[in-house]
């Protein structure tokens, strides 16, 4: 098992920044994938960042520009940084790793998830 704590969600102004991070503990050898997600209300969850252990990102297209994804191995951390936040990035955004099982299983765990607000 791997537990997923984030933080760093706030109430910000349209244009501002914020960094959120996201710690992960227990289970956490073969862990290859980090990432966030997002939920808005009476949306679907959409991913929004995402990056491997080589370093190699991938982004939604609503944040490329704006939000870059980091991670550090060694402390098992990964953090979101968004600027130029707009009323549309609000939403409750969720950490997710996917670690490697046994054989070739792949295990995804969750965050509880951190609130986002933007006031326009």
């Known amino acids: 098992q791997v537990q997923l704590v984030e933080s760093g969600g706030d109430l910000v102004q349209a244009g501002g920044s914020l960094r959120l991070s996201c710690a992960a503990s227990g289970s956490i050898d073969n862990i290859f994938i980090m990432g966030w997600h997002r939920q808005a209300p009476g949306k679907q969850r959409e991913r929004v960042a995402t990056i491997a252990t080589t370093g190699v990102t991938d982004y939604a297209d609503s944040v490329k520009g704006r939000f870059t994804i980091s991670r550090d191995n060694a402390k098992n951390t990964v953090s979101l940084q968004m600027n130029s936040l707009k009323p549309e990035d609000t939403a409750v955004y969720y950490c997710?790793?996917?670690?490697?099982?046994?054989?070739?299983?792949?295990?995804?765990?969750w965050g509880q998830g951190t609130q986002v607000t933007v006031s326009s």
């Open positions: 997710r790793v996917i670690r490697r099982g046994r054989g070739a299983s792949l295990e995804t765990y």
